[in-house]
């Protein structure tokens, strides 16, 4: 089952970690990076897997309701 969601990462990714997430949508400003899409339960343990290999500070992560796109704060 899918379920859509929003992970929060501090900072801006180099190219090489914005490529580990190919594919989600991605929004940055100057302190927070913002990926989201739709996955199931393999693939957000995935990406935290990724997340924690690329040594990338996690500051949230949220499963929204519906296929919403927020803007880092």
Excluded at 15 to 23: I, K, T
């Amino acid at each position: 089952m899918l379920t859509h969601y929003e992970i929060r990462l501090a900072g801006q990714l180099d190219d090489r970690s914005a490529a580990a997430f190919a594919g989600l949508h991605m929004t940055c400003s100057a302190t927070v990076t913002v990926i989201s899409g739709d996955l199931d339960q393999a693939a957000l343990h995935g990406m935290l897997e990724r997340i924690r290999m690329l040594e990338l500070d996690l500051i949230e992560l949220r499963r929204v309701h519906g296929p919403r796109r927020r803007l880092p704060e």
